[in-house]
């Protein structure tokens, strides 16, 4: 290997873990490559006589001293090493050996690098990460990409703060920091704003700081709020490995599209679902873009009670693919019954809570804060473990029902949303608008705006923002298809203020005294599947007491503590179960949970009837305790 003192390091590719070599100039460390050929100068680089893990370091200019310099990695092999190296980071007690690491940015944002988070924080001292994007090209790979540079020295004290950077273009900056200062994060900033993975959300400046303090300060989560309403999201059906469950819609509806009430009417007694992809929804509509592309009848989804049984009820569907630089992430709307979900997050527990918590939660979700914080942790995809980290206000019932009633107002886009109506307002009608029942309820984007602006006041004034705060938050955002938008929440906000949240309240909602329906809804379409019955209650008595349903990570829910590693399976009861599932039962299984196969395990009584399914997931379990030191 060469020295690395002069070494040019452009275009130098590697990947490996620095591992303590005796030489005959005494100890230095030695980068192992795995699994990449090296293209370009390696080298030897002296970090001391402690190992530790190099996923690599950013690419600096010529001649500059940044030890070890290496550059390029793929993503599979950031996860495979880290897992098989982890422990040389913490190897020697006491050594305060500096490590440097370059990985994608799965290394602040993937849940499969939770407990590499988790090593860093509590058995490290990490001093910085920079998180950079490749627009410059930084690296011979794609420009969206993002990468991360780490360093950390071995402490097994812990790390109390480390300095961080986020957005990062030019690999200058490490020298000059030009034009931004890193922010310092704690490690309690980290366990409140990141969850039980410690995902390290991306910051900006001082003022995101302070506003990501103030909403996550004595705030439930997203996941704490569904852990309590038992509402679990997930996707359903797969998009490629059931289709052949999909019949193309236009050879069901020639004409028309299959989500107008009419189609969608004659859909429901065939026994006719529809497969809803990206594109479906968007905010407060189940018509964007495009009509769906595929259906699916009854008969062809084997007795899939799992998918069947909710799409019977209205319930929330918010798309699953988003980016931060997309107009919006958090595009969600109510979806009528009928819908069984292709690609974006379900409420599969539809049915088992009151169809008002759709509702406040759709409010929530769209409004411009929570979505801000949304765009603080997602990269492309809105996996449900990141959803789950983010703060949602506490909501006394004043504010809880204007929002219900203010998003089914939004909602109620067509006579396919009638019963919803009906089941939420009776026969109430009191649209200043409209002097009886038509469709849309809202129909003009200025009529609409009206309300989305003031939910959105209610819902940034429930976090605890400050006007100046909020006002951040709207300038974050695109405004193209409302440029009117920041100007009018704006004033809804100070509206809000000056009037008080009881006037404020009455005067955007026409029916502010009618009580939130707090009965389960009944479900609105009746599907009758050949054998069904028995299915439905060999699966009522698989999950008999759970009360939370299987979410898209494969897991229990909260109310069953496999994620923290035990179950309520007793040994005994666990001895009771002899025979071994075939494979036929095992995949079958697999895939009605969305998991993999080889982490399912089912438990058969003698009996004939399923007992239990434990699901072991070595990645699920919760971290070794960064944040509970």
Same mark, same amino acid.
């Given at each position: 290997?060469?020295?690395?003192?002069?070494?040019?390091?452009?275009?130098?590719?590697?990947?490996?873990?620095?591992?303590?070599?005796?030489? =005959?100039?005494?100890?230095?460390?030695? +980068?192992?490559?795995? #699994?990449?050929?090296?293209?370009?100068?390696?080298?030897?680089?002296?970090?001391?006589?402690?190992?530790?893990?190099?996923?690599?370091?950013?690419?600096?200019?010529?001649?500059?001293?940044?030890?070890?310099?290496?550059?390029?990695?793929?993503?599979?092999?950031?996860?495979?090493?880290?897992?098989?190296?982890?422990?040389?980071?913490?190897?020697?007690?006491?050594?305060?050996?500096?490590?440097?690491?370059?990985?994608?940015?799965?290394?602040?944002?993937?849940?499969?690098?939770?407990?590499?988070?988790? /090593? *860093?924080?509590?058995?490290?001292?990490?001093?910085?990460?920079?998180?950079?994007?490749?627009?410059?090209?930084?690296?011979?790979?794609?420009?969206?990409?993002?990468?991360?540079?780490?360093?950390?020295?071995?402490?097994?004290?812990?790390?109390?703060?480390?300095?961080?950077?986020?957005?990062?273009?030019?690999?200058?900056?490490?020298?000059?920091?030009?034009?931004?200062?890193? /922010?310092?994060?704690?490690?309690?900033?980290?366990?409140?704003?990141?969850? =039980?993975?410690?995902?390290?959300?991306?910051?900006?400046?001082?003022?995101?700081?302070? !506003?990501?303090?103030?909403?996550?300060?004595?705030?439930?989560?997203? #996941?704490? &709020?569904?852990?309590?309403?038992?509402?679990?999201?997930?996707?359903?059906?797969?998009?490629?490995?059931?289709?052949?469950?999909?019949?193309?819609?236009?050879?069901?509806? $020639? =004409?028309?599209?299959?989500?107008?009430?009419?189609?969608? =009417?004659?859909?429901?007694?065939?026994?006719? &679902?529809?497969?809803?992809?990206?594109?479906?929804?968007?905010?407060?509509?189940?018509?964007?873009?495009?009509?769906?592309?595929?259906?699916?009848?009854?008969?062809?989804?084997?007795?899939?009670?799992?998918?069947?049984?909710?799409?019977?009820?209205?319930?929330?569907?918010?798309?699953?693919?988003?980016?931060?630089?997309?107009?919006?992430?958090?595009?969600?709307?109510?979806?009528?019954?009928? @819908?069984?979900?292709?690609?974006?997050?379900?409420?599969?527990?539809?049915?088992?809570?009151?169809?008002?918590?759709?509702?406040?939660?759709?409010?929530? !979700?769209?409004?411009?804060?929570?979505?801000?914080?949304?765009?603080?942790? !997602?990269?492309?995809?809105?996996?449900?473990? !990141?959803?789950?980290?983010?703060?949602?206000?506490?909501?006394?019932?004043?504010?809880?029902? &204007?929002?219900?009633?203010?998003?089914?107002?939004?909602?109620?886009?067509?006579?396919? *949303?009638?019963?919803?109506?009906?089941?939420? +307002?009776?026969?109430?009608?009191?649209?200043?608008?409209?002097?009886?029942?038509?469709?849309?309820?809202?129909?003009?984007?200025?009529?609409?705006?009206?309300?989305?602006?003031?939910?959105?006041?209610?819902?940034?004034?429930?976090?605890?923002?400050?006007?100046?705060? *909020?006002?951040?938050?709207?300038?974050?955002?695109?405004?193209?298809? *409302?440029?009117?938008?920041?100007?009018?929440?704006?004033?809804?906000?100070?509206?809000?203020?000056?009037?008080?949240?009881?006037?404020?309240?009455?005067?955007?909602? $026409?029916? @502010?005294?009618?009580?939130?329906?707090?009965?389960?809804?009944? $479900?609105?379409?009746?599907?009758?599947?050949?054998?069904?019955?028995?299915?439905?209650?060999?699966?009522?008595?698989?999950?008999?007491?759970?009360?939370? #349903?299987?979410?898209?990570?494969?897991?229990? #829910?909260?109310?069953?503590?496999?994620?923290?590693?035990?179950?309520?399976?007793?040994?005994?009861?666990?001895?009771?179960?002899?025979?071994?599932?075939?494979?036929?039962?095992?995949?079958?299984?697999?895939?009605?949970?969305?998991?993999?196969?080889?982490?399912?395990?089912?438990?058969?009584?003698?009996?004939?009837?399923?007992?239990?399914?434990?699901?072991?997931?070595?990645?699920?379990?919760?971290?070794?305790?960064?944040?509970?030191?």
């Amino acid at each position: 290997m060469a020295s690395g003192r002069g070494v040019d390091t452009v275009g130098s590719m590697a990947c490996g873990v620095v591992e303590g070599v005796v030489t =005959e100039h005494g100890n230095e460390q030695r +980068l192992q490559a795995i #699994g990449h050929a090296t293209q370009g100068p390696t080298m030897t680089v002296p970090l001391g006589p402690q190992a530790g893990i190099v996923l690599l370091a950013v690419r600096g200019p010529a001649n500059r001293a940044l030890s070890p310099v290496v550059a390029g990695v793929a993503q599979v092999l950031v996860t495979r090493i880290a897992h098989q190296h982890r422990e040389l980071l913490t190897a020697a007690p006491g050594d305060r050996g500096h490590a440097a690491a370059r990985a994608q940015c799965v290394f602040h944002t993937n849940q499969s690098a939770t407990g590499i988070r988790d /090593l *860093y924080l509590s058995r490290a001292h990490l001093r910085f990460r920079y998180s950079f994007q490749n627009k410059r090209q930084i690296f011979d790979i794609v420009a969206n990409v993002k990468f991360d540079l780490v360093v950390a020295a071995n402490d097994h004290s812990g790390t109390d703060w480390f300095l961080c950077a986020f957005y990062l273009y030019d690999d200058e900056w490490l020298f000059d920091k030009k034009g931004r200062s890193p /922010l310092r994060y704690t490690r309690d900033f980290v366990c409140k704003t990141g969850g =039980e993975y410690y995902t390290f959300i991306e910051l900006r400046s001082e003022k995101d700081a302070a !506003i990501s303090q103030t909403c996550a300060a004595r705030n439930p989560t997203f #996941g704490q &709020f569904c852990e309590e309403w038992k509402v679990h999201f997930g996707s359903e059906i797969h998009m490629a490995k059931d289709a052949w469950r999909f019949t193309p819609s236009d050879e069901i509806v $020639p =004409e028309g599209d299959p989500r107008d009430p009419d189609a969608l =009417e004659r859909l429901h007694s065939e026994g006719v &679902f529809i497969i809803s992809d990206e594109d479906s929804l968007h905010l407060y509509t189940d018509h964007w873009t495009a009509r769906p592309r595929y259906l699916a009848h009854a008969r062809d989804l084997d007795n899939k009670v799992i998918w069947i049984q909710p799409a019977r009820y209205y319930r929330l569907f918010f798309r699953r693919i988003a980016t931060v630089v997309d107009a919006r992430s958090f595009m969600a709307a109510v979806v009528p019954p009928g @819908w069984i979900s292709g690609s974006p997050q379900a409420n599969r527990n539809a049915g088992e809570t009151p169809a008002y918590v759709d509702l406040l939660l759709l409010a929530v !979700i769209v409004s411009f804060v929570a979505d801000w914080n949304l765009r603080l942790r !997602i990269t492309a995809t809105l996996n449900v473990f !990141i959803v789950n980290a983010i703060p949602l206000p506490s909501l006394n019932s004043i504010q809880q029902r &204007f929002l219900a009633h203010s998003a089914l107002r939004l909602t109620c886009n067509h006579l396919g *949303y009638a019963p919803l109506w009906q089941e939420q +307002l009776a026969e109430a009608w009191r649209e200043p608008s409209q002097s009886r029942p038509s469709w849309p309820v809202l129909g003009g984007s200025d009529e609409r705006w009206e309300i989305r602006a003031a939910i959105a006041a209610v819902v940034a004034d429930a976090y605890g923002l400050t006007r100046d705060q *909020y006002a951040h938050v709207l300038s974050t955002f695109s405004h193209a298809s *409302y440029p009117k938008a920041p100007e009018l929440c704006l004033a809804k906000f100070d509206e809000l203020h000056a009037i008080g949240l009881d006037a404020f309240t009455k005067k955007y909602d $026409p029916y @502010w005294d009618i009580p939130l329906n707090e009965n389960l809804p009944q $479900p609105v379409i009746d599907i009758p599947i050949p054998g069904a019955e028995s299915v439905v209650r060999e699966q009522e008595e698989l999950f008999a007491g759970e009360g939370s #349903g299987i979410g898209s990570q494969g897991v229990w #829910g909260p109310n069953d503590e496999v994620a923290g590693g035990e179950t309520d399976m007793s040994e005994n009861k666990r001895a009771q179960c002899n025979d071994e599932p075939d494979d036929e039962e095992l995949d079958r299984l697999a895939l009605d949970l969305g998991v993999e196969r080889d982490i399912v395990i089912r438990i058969k009584p003698r009996r004939e009837r399923m007992a239990k399914v434990l699901i072991q997931s070595s990645e699920r379990g919760r971290p070794s305790g960064a944040c509970r030191k």
